[in-house]
């Protein structure tokens, strides 16, 4: 299996999942190609799963770093594909400018697009691509990120009808893992639950709905989103 985004929380808690359910090799990319800091613990905790792990630096804004990271994939019998690489460039639409919509186009739309592209002649028994839940709702300052997401969203559809397996997640934000678990994106998702009604994702959830977008006839693009309807609804 090959995880974009695989040094960061959310991508090597994917990878211990995927571990835990039989996978033998797993190809975790990332720009750096590094553990993020403060993931040690979780990548000893993957490396105790028996399955053997590989960290590689990937930009997946660039195609030729995507290529070259499927064709390693390929020589360990590459069965899945799962895109979790991002990043945020948030900010009101008069402050976005080319680089920040750059910033958060490049790893989501053009890393799904060369992923899509290099795995063409290849029969993958899952293809996840991590979006978000603001391409659903929107979110303030996030115009650029919602407007990625959205694409990935578009190419599971995209890729339904041709018989190539795709399912996009429209995933709300995870707690403790994922970029908004932590800083500044942290409390303002404390601020948004309190008022809103939309919580955070647990992990456990977040693989258990991980688990149902993977099931056979599962449809193209699911969200995933913890609402307290009384509250969100006003009652």
Known sequence: HLVTGGTGGLGLL??????????????LVSRSGALAAGWTAEWERLQMCGAVAK???????????????????????????????GALA???LPK????????AWAP????????????????????????????????????????ANACLDALAARRHPQGRSAVSVQWGSWAEVGMAARGAAAERMAAMEAASG????????????????????ACAVMGMLPVQWDRMLGN
């Open 198 to 217: 939309v919580g955070r994702i647990m992990p456990a959830s977040g693989l258990a709905a991980l688990h149902t977008a993977v099931l056979p006839g």
């Open 108 to 147: 989501k739309v053009c890393g799904s697009w060369a992923l899509h592209a290099a795995s063409a002649s290849v029969v993958v028994r899952a293809c996840v691509l991590f979006s978000s839940a603001t391409a659903l709702l929107g979110g303030a300052g996030q115009a650029n990120y919602s407007a």
């Open 96 to 103: 976005q400018s080319a680089a920040s919509l750059w910033r």
């Open 90 to 92: 948030d900010g009101l």
């Open 14 to 27: 994917t990878a211990r999942w995927l571990a835990q359910r039989g996978a033998r090799a797993l190809v």
């Open 55 to 85: 960290l590689e630096r990937c930009d997946t804004g660039e195609a030729t770093h995507v290529s070259r990271a499927v064709l390693l994939a390929q020589q360990l019998a590459l069965s899945g594909i799962w895109h979790a690489a």
